[in-house]
């Protein structure tokens, strides 16, 4: 029997999982109200899913939670062990919008694209989970979203301490910490993982023993404890009155990128985001958007300046939402303007995955204002792009691009690279790339006169979009 039986035939026979799963009914429930919560401030807000897919449903916790949130979806309910699926469809009777599959995550066999994949406690069974969650996200559609629920490192802490008194090795897996978890998002969207504590107080030790049973979580990739060594930690743990455990529990939500692409910022303004934006576009025969536009008082507007500098075919120049004359943020520049920004109004380009790759450019730095609290990184988090920062070579370059690469991963923003502009300074670049964790895409030396010949030279300094993008090595 492979160990994909070992759980299926385990959870399978869990005849007394609907009675004895509290903690998972908790997550359930959490993970339900978290999804629900992200989803009306996400791209689409006030849009339901139209297609569900439910990895690891068990007996039905979270798909009760998803019919009742969403009551017009389709929702595809999988799990690895047949006979949960039956008792699925015993509490779900009729219900026509509903579909039940067997199905391993690792290898799933059903078509998308979906616009939301949920799974509640079934993560921790995968072996693989950063290539599970690539082939996962492979399935969303564009902009569409993943919330996930898994045990994390922490959890059964007390049990795990029992084992340790009684001198037994202790035979339940070891959980990621939360940024591991964080690391193996796909890079093609933004995702975040916060994790909390659930406690759990079952009757005695040897209660817990019998509930782990009673659902079916008792395989095991290690020796299991025998019946002497189990005695003498059911001992070491103390068998009169409740016994506490703790589940710690991360939850973690991703959206996926609606096109392919990247959102271009800075650590500052005049950094140079429009002449990197331009060579992205060369490099990559990339599309390009400038959603926020300021400043056209004084000079001419950035897409203008993409144009001249690319010969960009004019069909591939999206226009600004919205432009304002004053050089200042756009929640500024459209105040003097006598007007607002409604970010829920800012109006998507109709750009596709065959279209090819989509170069957005921001307005200054992560943290320039659009309206009343919503900033440019709220905007970048809504698109879920990877982002590609440009930043100074010279004295201070270090700060300034730390503290905006801390900012774009405090928001589960993947970030492509960096991009330096001006003279080479190796010590600065060595520092940004330990320190920031991250990859130098290319310094841009200063190049006069700046024209359609010194992008030309400038792209030939990148990678190519396959090798940003994760598709070649």
């Known amino acids: 029997m492979t160990r994909k039986d070992s759980i299926a035939a385990r959870f399978g026979a869990a005849q007394g999982y609907e009675q004895a799963a509290r903690v998972q009914r ?18 689409d807000p006030g849009n339901d899913p139209a297609r569900i897919l439910e990895i690891g449903c068990g007996t039905g916790f979270l798909t009760r939670e998803l019919r009742r949130l969403f009551p017009t979806a389709h929702i595809t309910a999988t799990d690895i062990a047949p006979a949960m699926l039956d008792r699925v469809a015993r509490r779900m009777p009729d219900d026509g919008r509903l579909s039940l599959h067997c199905m391993d995550a690792e290898a799933p066999d059903v078509d998308g694209p979906f616009d939301l994949i949920c799974s509640s406690m079934a993560m921790q069974w995968f072996p693989d989970r950063a290539h599970t969650l690539q082939r996962l996200a492979g399935l969303l559609a564009p902009g569409g979203q993943m919330a996930l629920a898994t045990l994390c490192a922490g959890s059964f802490r007390q049990w ?24 193996e998002w796909p890079v093609r969207g933004a995702g975040m993982w916060h994790d909390t504590e659930v406690i759990d107080t079952p009757a005695t030790p040897l209660a817990f023993v019998q509930e782990l049973r009673a659902i079916g979580a008792t395989h095991t990739d290690h020796a299991p404890a025998t019946a002497g060594q189990l005695r003498r930690v059911l001992a070491a743990a103390g068998t009169d009155g409740p016994f506490t455990v703790s589940y710690q529990v991360g939850y973690g939500l991703f959206r996926r990128a609606r096109w392919p692409g990247v959102f271009v910022t800075g650590t500052d303004t005049d950094v140079g985001k429009t002449v990197t934006s331009a060579t992205l576009v060369k490099a990559w025969d990339a599309a390009y958007w400038k959603p926020l536009q300021s400043g056209t008082d ?28 004053a050089s200042l943020s756009p929640e500024d520049a459209a105040h003097v ?7 829920a109004a800012i109006t998507l380009p109709r750009h596709t995955a065959s279209d090819g790759p989509l170069v957005v450019e921001g307005a200054g730095g992560v943290f320039v204002p659009i309206a009343e609290h919503y900033l440019m990184i709220d905007l970048m988090t809504r698109l879920a792009l990877p982002v590609v920062l440009v930043a100074r070579s010279q004295l201070g370059t270090i700060n300034h691009t730390l503290l905006s690469l801390a900012a774009l991963r405090a928001r589960g923003l993947h970030v492509a690279g960096v991009i330096l502009n001006g003279p080479p300074e190796p010590h600065g670049r060595s520092a940004i790339e330990r320190h920031g964790r991250v990859r130098i895409l290319a310094e841009f030396p200063a190049v006069a006169p700046m024209g359609p010949d010194a992008v030309t030279q400038l792209a030939a300094r990148l990678p190519t979009w396959e090798q940003v993008a ?3 090595p």
């Open 26 to 43: 908790i997550v359930a429930g959490e993970l339900a109200r978290r999804m629900t919560a992200s989803h009306a401030t996400g791209n």
């Open 160 to 183: 795990r301490d029992a084992y340790a008194r009684a001198g037994v090795a202790c035979p339940m897996p070891d959980y990621p910490a939360i940024g591991q978890l964080q690391a």
């Open 298 to 325: 004084d000079a001419p507007s950035d897409s203008t300046g993409v144009r001249q500098l690319t010969g960009l075919d004019p069909a591939r120049l999206y226009p600004p939402a919205a432009t304002f004359g």
């Open 337 to 343: 303007a006598h007007t607002r920004i409604d970010p």
């Open 470 to 472: 994760g598709d070649a």
